[in-house]
């Protein structure tokens, strides 16, 4: 434990979460993963949003960058093409990710940039106190859904893996060597990464759906996960109001920054001399 | 390498600008009438080493910008009406944060859509007050092509000594009109660059004297491992709810500004010695103006062009040396009296100030503020006037 307790602030814990929440889990997660690879602490940048999940960057001891609702992504697009040689990691929950920060998520999945990133998935709105997401499953109860959400939910892996992600996986708090191992994996792919940790916020969405204390509610994800290499045998009945975690995608391409870094060298070679541009500045240049 | 002389395009000096400062990173998305300016980034940028990158909207766009600048970066985004609401939001997270960033807004008709490819002078307010919360900003407001080249410039020079957004306030006449443009010898350019802290040892990324002190700013990536928080937060960065830190910081932020005015502020004018009639205006609407200035003084009538080339802060000292002999100051811009606003604000108790608004996507012509001029001159320049808004010589 004391191992990894150095990749916190100590200072500013304790932290904000309540008692049984998973984003703690996911938090652990990642800072094993990081551990396991031995990433240089100074280059490694650590971006999130806002809700409760985003609130974990606070407590990292890397760069890092709490933003605004929904834009980790694109604080994020600035830092690694900015700075390629860092390690950028974005930490977000379903709302931030897939509501408000929907459109940055397709496009950074297009683009390939090298970001991976963690969806903390609550399928809820926890910091607002339990309204519902595209992430909550048809049905359920929400405080803004007091009869049941009537909205279909996001496949985010699918999703991902559709807009353009090289890695893509899913995990949950009660399957953690799992989401260990699928993070460090996607910290090694170069180009857009997502792990999806399903994880727990008994003080809303489980309270509000009667689905017990965080125990209760840590098994009740845990019967909805199937491993893939498992689903792959199993008859489709079976997998009806289930949902996959593993390895999902993993094919890599040419990752964003690095190509923008080529296109460089090539626009550099062809104007050696960089004076006859718009503004000579051989000068000040860096 | 001597001074060269060049035809340019306002949007094109804008650019020009940025490189001359440093630029080294534009984030953005296509709107009339900037788009040059980014159209400009991704052709000069690769050239020096720097990054385009074009966004999937405006809040992207500054959100990108912010990231770049705080890994050392000098980065700037350009947008017009629509997208420059986009980015409220975030300029405020730059504001609080204190990361440096330039934003050119080439202002068009609005609201909504409105004319794209009109000019509008009518984000005075929005440049001013759109993010929410209290805030000081820096305004900047070039009056010609060659003080696009020199604005943007200076825009950052701003930026990175207080560690705000500055925004250069064009607009379309201004952005896509060209002229003979001056360019300074590289060599006596001296872009200032943000004050780095030495080691990262105890280093407190929001320590700095509560009267408007700048606190150091360290790039990421280079071993200091501090926190960013668009929450209000105390001197180590950590987030915090206490009341006095809240205040401390609001009214530190403020004074960054507030108590450099003298710094901050640039003005130019003419006949501003002796004038009883002052006009105040700028970006496009102080070229017309100008030359209605010269026409009423030939004609015998003392008046005056004052002329901000920063509007926020207002160089409100400065007009008030004005005021004390100005009867009247005309205010024409191309909204129905923002500046005016100001102007009244600081000068409304000792000078008559009449508004003259014009909002239908047309430049003011010279002889509608000569008329306004004329009229309040055989009013003595003190008051029965009637020009209100809006009416000017037909
Ligand atoms: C622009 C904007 N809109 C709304 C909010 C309010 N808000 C804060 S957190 C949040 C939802 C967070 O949910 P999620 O991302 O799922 O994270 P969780 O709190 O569940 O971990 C909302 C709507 C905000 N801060 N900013
Ligand atoms: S409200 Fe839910 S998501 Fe937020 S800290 Fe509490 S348990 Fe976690």
Redesign the interface.
Known sequence: MSEFLSYFRQDRLPHIWCPGCGHGTVTGALVRAIDRLGLDKNKVCVVSGIGCSSRAVGYLDFDTLHTAHGRALAFATGIKMARPDLKVIVMTGDGDCTAIGGNHFIHAARRNIGITTIVMNNETYGMTSGQFSPMTPKGMLGTTAPYGNVERSFDLCELAKAAGATYVGRSTSYHVPLLIDLIEKALQNDGFSVVEAVTQCPTYLGRKNKLGDAVQLLNWIKDQAVNVKAAAVMPKEKLEGKFLIGELHNGPAPEYSAEYGELIARVQRSFENVKGGLWECASNSD | ?PK?VKLMQGN?AC??GA??A?L??Y?GYPITPSTEIAE?CA??L????G?F?Q???E???I???????????K?MTATSGPGFSLMQ??LG?ASLCEVPIVIVNVQRMGPSTGMPTSPAQADVMQARWGTHGDHSIIVLAPGNVRECFELTLRAFDLAEKYRVPVIVLTDEVIGHMREKVE?PD??D?R?FNRAAPRSPAGYKPYAADPDGGVPLMAP????????????FHDETG??SGKSDVADKLIRRLDAKIENNVDDICEFSGEGLEDCEIAVVAFGSSAMSALSAVRRARKEGVKAGLFRPKTIWPFPAKALREVALHAKTIVVPEMNLGQLALEVERIAGCSSKVVKLGKVNGELFRPEEVYAAIMGEADNGGTGQGSAKAGEGAK
Request: charged letters at 20%.
């Open positions: 390498m060269t094109e650019t020009a490189l001359a440093g080294r990173f984030a400009l052709e000069e690769p050239k020096m080493g990054c990158v966004m999937e909207d809040i992207g766009s959100a990108a910008i912010i990231g770049a600048s705080l890994t050392g970066k980065a939001e975030c997270y360019l590289p060599r350019i872009p990421f990536g280079a071993g200091y491992r501090w926190h960013v928080t668009g929450l950590a987030p």
